[in-house]
């Protein structure tokens, strides 16, 4: 039983973190999603905003046929990425950002901090600027 984890804030609204979790559901058997949202300060109601699009993601991720869980986390997505991994193990971690380089995770080096921290695979799923609307 393959099991990611999966860091997203903002992007965890858009449609391609669905289509390349079914990908990776297809292809290697994924089977099981925990899901950290990062707090993010910039929100005007921070916990409100992360607890909203993660609990529209999990049952996004339930219909799809995941089993999935999720938490909230630290506004640091690198803390909050390893406060995840000291508490579970994963098959692969799956981190989401802009395309561009308006993503702040990127000019954070994100994927590459994770990458160092764990033997864990890392893999980046980039998304467009766009929002999606979350499936119903």
Not at 61 to 81: E, H, I, K, S
Not at 112 to 135: F, K, Y
Request: aromatic residues 6%; hydrophobic residues 45%.
């Amino acid at each position: 039983r393959m099991r990611a984890l999966v860091v997203s804030n903002a992007t965890l609204e858009h449609d391609e973190v669905y289509a390349a979790l079914a990908e990776h559901q297809a292809k290697s058997g994924l089977v099981s999603v925990h899901v950290v949202v990062p707090v993010s300060l910039r929100d005007r109601y921070p916990w409100e905003a992360a607890k909203e699009r993660l609990d529209v993601a999990l049952l996004r991720l339930q219909r799809m046929g995941f089993a999935a869980t999720g938490g909230l986390g630290d506004n640091d997505p690198f803390l909050a990425l390893k406060q995840a991994l000291d508490v579970d193990v994963y098959d692969r971690i799956l981190i989401t950002t802009l395309k561009s380089d308006a993503s702040r995770w990127l000019r954070m080096d994100l994927i590459s901090r994770a990458s160092r921290l764990t033997d864990t695979p890392v893999e980046r799923i980039a998304t467009s600027a766009g929002w999606s609307a979350p499936a119903t």
